[in-house]
């Protein structure tokens, strides 16, 4: 990290050039994520406060991407079955325990395949996490992996090369977590050079972590 600058959202802004639009109604933020398009490059935090089925299928039937949390686990191979069903993308989250395993192998069993599968645990850099990521590609090889949640280019590229489609950057980086102040890592007050940094190394999309 020699001669690593350090800042955030709150430390830079944007320079305001000319604009050769009439409106900002004329202006394109879809976004290809995957094997889909996007009405915007934003996602809901995949947390039990702010994501659940209802606003999935509204997110979805609207052309936008969301993540489902994965703290009902039980009602997650009947969500991947439900949206299947309405012609809706299927995106879910997994944690790196062995029922996950299980449950990954439950999926295929019932040849259900989510369009998007996120790991999601605090230290994504870790063999719990590449060895679930090769798990899922093992038992569902097309469904799109995003994999974190990682703070450095070494966590991007271990995920990238285990088969993660993409990954999330930021650890804590949000005003309400409370991850740094509990464990003593995390990226809050330095989030958007960690994006800078890992985008340098990344191959494939990355996700910002943390509230806009």
């Not at 290809?32 to 490059?41: A, E, M, Q, T």
């Not at 089925?53 to 009602?75: C, D, Q, V």
Request: charged letters at 20%; glycine letters at 8%; one cysteine or more.
């Amino acid at each position: 990290m020699e001669n690593f600058t350090v800042f955030d959202y709150e430390d830079i802004q944007l320079i305001p050039n000319k604009c050769i639009v009439n409106s900002r109604s004329e202006c394109d933020t879809t976004t290809r994520f995957g094997k889909h398009c996007f009405k915007l490059p934003v996602v809901p935090a995949n947390m039990q406060t702010v994501i659940d089925e209802s606003l999935a299928i509204k997110l979805a039937e609207n052309g936008y991407f969301y993540i489902m949390h994965r703290f009902t686990p039980e009602s997650r191979l009947p969500f991947v079955q439900m949206m299947n069903e309405k012609g809706l993308i299927s995106s879910i989250s997994v944690g790196v325990k062995e029922n996950e395993y299980q449950f990954i192998v439950d999926l295929a069993n019932h040849h259900l395949v989510p369009d998007y599968i996120t790991i999601d645990i605090a230290h994504g850099h870790s063999n719990a996490v590449i060895n679930m990521i090769k798990h899922i590609k093992k038992h569902l090889p097309d469904t799109f992996v995003i994999a974190g949640n990682v703070g450095t280019p070494e966590g991007v590229r271990e995920l990238e090369n285990a088969g993660a489609d993409a990954t999330k950057v930021g650890i804590g980086p949000g005003k309400v977590c409370i991850t740094k102040l509990k464990t003593g890592f995390g990226t809050g007050g330095w989030q958007l050079a960690a994006l800078r940094w890992c985008a340098k190394a990344a191959r494939k999309p990355i996700i910002a972590e943390g509230g806009i």
